[in-house]
């Protein structure tokens, strides 16, 4: 072997020495799979947690709409094996740019459509988001899908019959627009909506306040990822309950997936119910007694003056009785 060869050949053994166990860890590494929300994220990790490296872009607390794009995103996903995601308004404006910029080819891209945030919304995701990802692992996840299943149908029928016992059906309540969906599936009559509160004019919050008023609304519903507070005075204004609900799980401790999320947001909407009603019966109460104080002092204003139109008759009486006496002592006197 010359010279040259040989060093060649030793490059080339320096070069695989280091390219195998790299390629060995890569091998080796879990399957990257990138969603958009927490509210994919929750079932990827719920189906298949321990197999996969997930990645959820939007913190569950904040709107995707304020989802600012990372270095670190677009490393995730040019690594990615699937990416699924939404496709809603608030992804519009960044998740192409993010693509694109991350040069997958190989990137698996998974829509889950339709609405989430009711149970059976959430069991429609549960079943795309399973079965793409049996097919992407080749492995069989379909017990565990139908656990998530057999739990999220648990969970509606636990809320239905609470909201049955509490007599919900008809009780109107005002909501930010992404909650009517989950709202109206629980039985409240949902009266009106409101968009994001800025974007909202003098004259929306007015007419807000305006229906709330004419509706008797029990109850006025923000939405945790756009407002905690923007309700809390129109409540105030028109004697609603406030109560914040949360549209992906893991924003709030003990919601870490949508099962979680449903109960707790039906907790909110309960509570905010009783509460309410509390105050209309104290309310009630409270007008009641004003009403019979009323009625008692009337009454004894009323006995007040009886007695003492009684005491000027009387004294009345005795006076003309007393003169009449007088004079008739005086006419007999002699003369």
């Given amino acids: 072997m010359k010279v040259n060869e040989a060093t060649m050949f030793l490059a080339a053994l320096l070069i695989l020495s280091a390219i195998l166990p790299a390629a060995a860890a890569e091998e080796g590494e879990k399957p990257i799979i990138v969603c958009t929300t927490n509210v994919l994220g929750s079932i990827v990790k719920e189906i298949a947690g321990d197999d996969l490296d997930v990645i959820v872009l939007v913190n569950p607390s904040l709107c995707p709409t304020d989802y600012d794009m990372k270095p670190s995103d677009i490393y995730a996903l040019s690594k990615a094996k699937i990416l699924f995601y939404h496709d809603i308004p ?24 339709g609405t989430y945030n009711t149970p059976a919304g959430a069991k429609s995701c549960i079943r795309i988001i399973g079965g793409n990802l049996s097919m992407a692992l080749s492995k069989d996840f379909s017990s565990k899908v139908s656990s998530m299943l057999d739990a999220a149908d648990s969970v509606a029928d636990e809320i239905r019959r609470e909201a049955q016992s509490l007599g919900v059906e008809g009780v109107s309540v005002i909501c930010m627009k992404w ?23 003098a004259s929306d919050i007015a007419n807000i306040i305006d229906k709330a008023r004419n509706e008797s609304a029990a109850l006025i519903i923000d ?31 003990g919601t870490g997936n949508l099962t979680q ?29 004003t009403e019979s104080l009323k009625a008692e002092a009337e009454s004894l204003k009323n006995q007040l003056a009886a007695f003492q139109a009684a005491t000027f008759v009387a004294a009345t009486v005795a006076a003309v009785e007393f003169t009449l006496l007088l004079a008739k002592r005086r006419g007999a006197k002699p003369k």
């Fill in 90 to 113: 608030g992804e519009k404006p960044w998740l192409g740019d993010l693509i694109e910029a991350a040069v997958n080819e190989d990137l698996m891209q998974v829509k889950v459509p």
């Fill in 223 to 253: 939405n945790l990822q756009i407002s905690a507070e923007f309700g809390a005075s129109i409540a105030s204004e028109v004697g609603a309950e406030h109560v914040v609900l949360t549209n992906f799980p893991g924003a709030i401790p």
């Fill in 179 to 201: 909650q009517k969906t989950f709202v109206e599936w629980i039985g409240f009559k949902v009266v009106a909506t409101y968009d994001p509160p800025e974007t909202l004019s």
């Fill in 261 to 289: 999320m449903f109960r707790y947001n039906a907790k909110q909407l309960f509570e905010g119910l009783r509460r309410w009603r509390a105050m209309r019966e104290l309310e009630m109460e409270v007008k009641k007694l």
